[in-house]
């Protein structure tokens, strides 16, 4: 008899949210987990996306995938942070000599 499978956090709400975020205020790395079927074999791989958060001239937030020279040690360490995540993860993922 088949498991029955468990609604996720996505199925329920209806979208997709991040697997996890590291912080350095004001830049972020955001991994998302991204599913595929090859071969009829149901995989996953993660992607990472870095960015930095600021207010525009009226006061809202906005993302930018560009950074300023005092932003680096920042991106370094959430982007380093990020690979410790999933180098240390048990999740079976597909790796780059894999496509």
Known sequence: MEKPKIPSVN???????????FRASPV????W???????GKQSTYQTVVVERSYKDKNNAWQ???TFRIAD???VALVVTKAYEYL???DTDTIEE???
Do not use: C, M, Q
């Open 87 to 89: 180098a240390l993860s």
């Open 11 to 21: 199925d329920v709400l209806g979208r997709k949210l991040p697997e996890k975020t």
């Open 97 to 99: 000599e894999d496509w």
């Open 63 to 65: 993302k930018t995938s």
């Open 72 to 74: 680096l040690p920042k």
């Open 33 to 39: 987990t991204n599913e595929f079927e090859r071969d």
């Open 28 to 31: 972020s790395a955001t991994i």
